[in-house]
């Protein structure tokens, strides 16, 4: 068990936030969480992780805190607490492994900056089921000294890859959304149009992905979460909605702006407004078919 002053506290617990926290407990870490769900709570106390009341009380004496978060305006949220700002010791490194924005990122790390807290991004790929076997893919960005003093976490939970300075973990995250979300879309349109011409989708899959046509989608989302119907990844498709406007909107801000992923977005975006609040992502490919016309002549 590490010292006190190593502690961790871990602030959003959801279907990531979870097992990544489990992990840093299981790697012998004092991990204290906080998630405003008492589900989420009962659950990291029910796998031997300590529980605050708040996210204040979670952060008081931690040397490094960890954030889960939805989006940016949760994460900026709980960071400007008036009671987490309180208790916020200057010197505790924040680590923010949301999907966030990396230009919101960015000023937030200068405020905390200026309060003598270092913050670095460190968004991660790989969906639960990496974050339950600590193989994430974590994306870094801050300054070297800061990344150091984290990176014995981190690698509990994944690999690390370095991408420059603060906010920059979070851009790429974004941007490999865009391309991962585009890739589901396109591919879910040709299995779709190959089915209703007479293929198997399974065979399909198969020679595509001994082929140039092959991405995630076909070697993970749809053979997992697509063809057996079950459409549970544990990812949100409104988590990869947020995810898609913010590289578009970097793509737009630089003055490259994406055609294909600002099409993406709209077709997403109407997904969204159609489908349940707890959608998982993987369910575009389900609503692609449920909405496609029928066949000529039928
Ligand atoms: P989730 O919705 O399952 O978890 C978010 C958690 O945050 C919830 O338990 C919620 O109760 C908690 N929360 C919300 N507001 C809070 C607050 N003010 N204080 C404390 N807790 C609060 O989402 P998730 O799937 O775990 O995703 C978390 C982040 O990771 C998102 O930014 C997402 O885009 C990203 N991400 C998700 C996946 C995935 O496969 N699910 C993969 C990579 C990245």
């Given at each position: 068990m590490s010292e006190a002053r190593d502690a961790?506290?871990?602030v959003?617990?959801?279907k990531m936030g979870l097992p990544m926290a489990k992990r840093l407990v299981e790697g012998g870490i004092r991990t204290v969480g906080y998630d405003v769900g008492p589900a989420a709570r009962d659950s990291f106390a029910a796998a031997g992780g300590e529980v605050a009341d708040s996210a204040a009380v979670a952060v008081a004496g931690a040397a490094t805190v960890i954030l889960m978060l939805p989006d940016s305006g949760i994460v900026e949220s709980v960071l400007d607490d008036p009671e987490v700002v309180a208790a916020l010791a200057p010197g505790?490194?924040?680590?923010?492994m949301s999907s966030s924005e990396p230009a919101r990122t960015r000023a937030l790390a200068e405020r905390l900056a200026a309060r003598g807290i270092p913050m670095?991004?460190?968004?991660?790929?790989?969906?639960?089921?990496r974050a339950v076997t600590g193989k994430l893919a974590v994306m870094v960005g801050g300054d070297d000294a800061d990344v150091e003093r984290a990176e014995p976490l981190l690698t509990l939970l994944g690999t690390i890859y370095r991408s420059g300075g603060v906010g920059s973990g979070h851009a790429v995250k974004a941007l490999n959304n865009l391309m991962s979300a585009t890739h589901l879309l396109v591919t879910s349109e040709a299995i779709l149009a190959g089915r209703r011409f007479g293929l198997d989708p399974?065979?399909?899959?198969e020679i595509v992905n001994a082929s140039s046509g092959r991405s995630g989608s076909t070697?993970?989302?749809?053979?997992r979460f697509v063809l057996p119907g079950t459409y549970d990844s544990g990812f949100g498709l409104r988590l990869m909605l947020k995810d898609m406007r913010i590289a578009v909107a970097l793509a737009d801000q630089v003055g490259l702006p994406s055609r294909l992923g600002a099409d993406a977005v709209?077709?997403?975006a109407k997904a969204a407004e159609e489908l349940p609040a707890d959608a998982?992502?993987?369910e575009i490919a389900r609503w692609l078919d449920e909405r496609a016309a029928p066949p000529a002549g039928d």
């Open positions: 961790v506290a871990f959003g617990l959801g505790t490194t924040v680590v923010d670095i991004d460190a968004p991660v790929s790989g969906g639960v089921a399974a065979q399909v899959l070697e993970n989302k749809w053979p709209e077709l997403w998982d992502h993987t």
